[in-house]
């Protein structure tokens, strides 16, 4: 019975020598699990400030959506004033192109004028040389008489003289 009593002494030794080297691996464990607490803990406070940062992110994600609201609006009035201008260009061209065409039809008007004025002057000119002529001719024709008559009054007084004596 002391035998057996050793027995179970010497297994309950070699028991308690396993239990120990258990609750060492639970001691271990332990620190372990204190360690990844304390290593959670630290991912948690990073974890906070990620957060705070997203916050603070999305709050300025906000503030650049707002301003980009602005910038559309100030794009959509920008887009209309530009449509005013081509409108307004468009009207522009229409009267100049009008102009460009009154331009046109009155340089064709003041060249068929001038041609009718050339011929008219042509006319006139070619009246006036005819008259020139004649009026030369005229003046020839009477330099002519006038001497002839002048001969026949220088004559008809040599005769009245003549008479007369």
């Known amino acids: 019975m002391e ?7 010497s297994t309950l030794k070699e028991h308690s020598k396993r239990f120990d080297s258990i609750d060492e691996r639970f001691v271990s464990i332990d620190e372990g699990f204190n360690s990844i607490g304390g290593d959670l803990s630290d991912v948690k406070i990073r974890l906070g400030n990620v957060e705070d940062k997203l916050v603070s992110f999305d709050d300025k994600l906000v503030s ?55 011929t008219k002057l042509e006319q006139h000119e070619e009246t006036f040389h005819f008259i020139s002529d004649t009026l030369i001719g005229t ?27």
Not at 144 to 156: M, N, R, W
């Open 3 to 9: 035998k057996i009593l050793n027995e179970i002494l």
């Open 64 to 118: 650049v959506e707002d301003r980009l609201g602005t910038v559309d609006d100030r794009l959509g009035t920008v887009d209309g004033k530009l449509v005013s201008v081509e409108d307004r260009l468009g009207s522009v061209d229409d009267r100049v192109r009008a102009l460009s065409e009154q331009i046109d039809n009155n340089a064709a008007e003041f060249r068929s004028h001038f041609k009718h004025i050339e």
């Open 139 to 165: 003046k020839i024709d009477i330099d002519h008489l006038s001497k002839k008559s002048g001969l026949h009054d220088t004559e008809i007084n040599q005769l009245k003289k003549r008479i007369h004596s």
